[in-house]
């Protein structure tokens, strides 16, 4: 007796090959995302390490401090200003964007730049480039003008308030950025593993 196999529609030749790309992109998305997991935790670690430190110093430091002084909110008021700026800057593979946190400083540095250019764009078209420029430059360096946190707290404080103020700058400068960035980057994979995976299930 001869047995009688069912037939099967095989898939086109370019729907296969279509379909091992997509297969392979999603492989090559998992790899990726398995690193920006592995980055994601270690940023993680570093940041518990020094928030931890940072609140232990902090503690020590009103241990320590004369006359039972707690360092807190009470030292200072609304004129206190933040010192780090936060700044999305667009990636260059236009995949997620990239969190950075600038210091008054740089932000300042900045600013005289722009108000250095529009003084001398406004003073060349009235004629009075030499007295703008000056002024500009006056109030810019006015705004220049750095303060450390630390003063509103005296002029000799602890070495463990500085040891509080070194740790939360880390955490603040390295560790929540990354965290950040590696954070929506790994979203974006996310989607672009949903979509092939989307895209797959539509050729089968």
Known sequence: MTEILPSTNPL???????????LHSI?????????LLDQYQTHQQELAKHL???YLSLAEANFRSPNRIRYGQEFY????????????LPSPSDRSPKFTIETQKDYSEKAKD??????VKAASATGEQESKVDDAESASTVKETFRDPLRWFGILVPPALRATQENFSHAALDSIPALASVNEEMRTVEDEIKTKRQEVAKLQ
């Open 12 to 22: 086109p030749k370019t729907s296969s090959s279509s379909q091992a790309q997509l």
């Open 77 to 88: 008021d609304e004129r206190m200003q933040a010192s780090r700026r936060v700044t999305v």
């Open 52 to 54: 931890s430190a940072g």
């Open 27 to 35: 492989d090559t998305l998992l790899e990726r995302y398995l690193h």
């Open 114 to 119: 722009n108000t250095s250019a529009a003084a």
